[in-house]
């Protein structure tokens, strides 16, 4: 994500957090990595340790995972690509890798890791953001194909099939590290605290006088404003949207989320998606996929497994928020045109 509110506009709108008490000084950090601002409070005693180690741990993960890093294994991994070299990776980075893949297999079509070349053909990489000419999409789309990613988790090792294709792991990496951030955090005994890791936002524990965390879905036509509250405990809340990097041209809006079956910005009739787990690499990537899919896939999804929960704002101004969130959950901007309701399985 490019586009970004000053701290405290983050705080209060991406993690709509207040102090749990009013003489609660957090320990807190604010740094970029993975392409973004991210920012880590920790209000038990002596966090200061717990925030610079877990800092030191996402910070860590970027420089393997990202592909405009040349010394990263995913940019090893992208420069063997075609020439049948398999990849010695670190186990977590194959891991990654295959649970990627896994994502792609749910909703076939709208997920895809090997999507950077068409990222590139937008511009969308270097910040040359463009639309592209029929011809150069049509031989980035013939590079996305994640059936062609081989992960040997036994050995801890990948390949890339066809030369040309690359891995961009944008739609799972900041899951990842909010899952290895919350585990070093618990670590040194941490049990309420808030990270923001670039729009992912993860509630750990309960604030110190037991009630949930109260977070904020962002107003996606209003990035100033709130769409939603809701309340959250050991969950991460991970928002996918058109309005966080996106272009004009020729009066025309583009966005970065790309359908796969396209090469073109998804236009699924959605304008953000919020997932809601216990899983945080689940919510990365499927805040993206769903968005990809549109509000009917999304749902009927949804009513197919227990393990997240939605929270859906349409084009139409609907917004669609599934009954695992009802109890704690207050909508936002009634005032400004949005209907609520709710989704039962």
């Not at 991406?14 to 880590?40: K, Y």
């Not at 990809?292 to 929960?309: I, K, M, Q, T, Y």
């Amino acid at each position: 994500m490019k586009r970004f509110l000053p701290f405290l506009c983050c705080l209060l709108f991406l993690a709509g957090c207040t102090a749990p008490s009013a003489d609660a000084e957090p320990a807190q950090v604010q740094f970029f990595s993975m392409d973004t601002v991210m920012s880590i409070r920790v209000y038990n005693e002596g966090g200061e340790d717990a925030i610079q180690a877990a800092r030191q741990e996402v910070e860590r993960l970027d420089k393997l995972l990202s592909r405009t890093n040349p010394d990263s294994q995913i940019s090893l991994l992208n420069s063997h690509a075609g020439d049948g070299t398999l990849i010695s990776l670190d186990a977590e980075v194959a891991d990654l890798l295959s649970f990627a893949k896994s994502v792609s297999q749910l909703l076939p079509g709208c997920f895809d890791i090997t999507i950077a070349p068409v990222m590139d053909a937008w511009g969308f990489t270097k910040e040359e953001r463009h639309v592209p000419s029929a011809e150069a999409l049509a031989d980035a789309m013939s590079l996305v194909n994640s059936e062609a990613l081989i992960v040997d988790e036994a050995s801890s090792s990948a390949r890339l099939e066809q030369a040309g294709m690359e891995v961009d792991l944008g739609a799972v990496a900041k899951g990842f590290a909010a899952g290895r951030a919350d585990a070093v955090l618990r670590e040194y005994g941490v049990t309420s605290a808030l990270l923001d890791l670039g729009g992912n936002v993860t509630a750990i524990g309960s604030k110190l006088d037991g009630s949930a965390w109260q977070v904020a879905v962002k107003d996606p036509q209003n990035t100033s404003e709130a769409l939603c509250v809701l309340s959250l405990k050991d969950q991460t809340a991970s928002t996918s949207g058109g309005y966080e990097r996106y272009f004009e041209e020729n009066g025309q809006t583009y966005h970065h989320i790309i359908d796969p079956k396209t090469g073109y910005p998804a236009d699924s009739g959605l304008l953000s998606v919020t997932v809601i787990s216990s899983d945080h690499m689940l919510a990365d990537a499927l805040s993206t996929t769903l968005f990809v899919a549109g509000p009917e896939e999304a749902l009927d999804f949804w009513r197919s497994r227990d393990d997240f929960e939605l929270v859906l704002c349409t084009q139409d101004n609907r917004v669609i928020v599934t009954e695992g969130l009802e109890a704690g959950y207050r909508p936002a901007g009634e005032d400004r045109g949005y209907t609520y309701e709710i989704a039962r399985r």
